[in-house]
T-cell receptor, first 112, second 115 residues
Framework: KQEVTQIPAALSVPEGENLVLNCSFTDSAIYNLQWFRQDPGKGLTSLLLIQSSQREQTSGRLNASLDKSSGRSTLYIAASQPGDSATYLCAPVNTNAGKSTFGDGTTLTVKP | NAGVTQTPKFQVLKTGQSMTLQCAQDMNHEYMSWYRQDPGMGLRLIHYSVGAGITDQGEVPNGYNVSRSTTEDFPLRLLSAAPSQTSVYFC??????????????FGQGTRLTVV
């Protein structure tokens, strides 16, 4: 059974800092891994999708890396802004029927 | 392009009542799934479907039924609501090609309270 751990559980930083969110998973037999953002009381918004054959994916100030063999992914956020405050979730998709498993998330607060 | 639409957004049920949570997507996605999100437990998969007429159980299927008569719709039925089913429910969809899923899209959720 896939298990996903996200560290840290919560993070508070001043505006402008660069930061890294970590995700580890136990089963490396994945098709891809997706990072999501969730604002309080809202649904999940897709940020980045990394295919199992890729090492990293970039979108604006976000960069996600994937090391499938070691079961790790990181989400790098450059020049953080208060609008980045949210919970960030990672979800590897296993080869078994394409099911996603979610971590508990990292709750980020960016202070002005 | 509406994406994934869930209705209702909020619902209060009495113990023992039944109801159906609706989910519709307009992206012609084969793969659809239902999750529940509870504090401290993350998102857990309830049921999923890889296409019309095909459904399967996820991690926490007890107390829920699903059917997939069309590609667009994937309703979740609570047979006899219990307080333990108080949660936020999310529906998701993605393309599935050769068993591989592409980017998943989520609805805005249904907040269900069972009293």
């Amino acid at each position: 059974k896939q298990e996903v751990t996200q560290i840290p559980a919560a993070l508070s930083v001043p505006e402008g800092e660069n930061l890294v969110l970590n995700c580890s998973f136990t089963d490396s037999a994945i098709y891809n891994l997706q990072w999501f953002r969730q604002d309080p009381g809202k649904g999940l918004t897709s940020l980045l999708l990394i295919q199992s054959s890729q090492r990293e994916q970039t979108s604006g100030r976000l960069n996600a890396s994937l090391d499938k063999s070691s079961g790790r992914s990181t989400l790098y956020i450059a020049a953080s802004q208060p609008g980045d405050s949210a919970t960030y979730l990672c979800a590897p998709v296993n080869t078994n029927a394409g099911k996603s498993t979610f971590g508990d998330g990292t709750t980020l607060t960016v202070k002005p | 392009n509406a994406g994934v639409t869930q209705t209702p957004k909020f619902q209060v049920l009495k113990t023992g009542q039944s109801m159906t949570l609706q989910c519709a997507q307009d992206m012609n996605h084969e793969y659809m799934s239902w999750y529940r999100q509870d504090p401290g437990m993350g998102l857990r998969l309830i049921h999923y479907s890889v296409g019309a007429g095909i459904t399967d159980q996820g991690e926490v299927p007890n107390g829920y039924n699903v059917s997939r008569s069309t590609t667009e719709d994937f309703p979740l039925r609570l047979l006899s609501a219990a307080p333990s089913q108080t949660s936020v429910y999310f529906c998701a969809s993605s393309l599935q090609t050769g068993g591989k899923n592409t980017e998943a899209f989520f609805g805005q959720g249904t907040r269900l309270t069972v009293v």
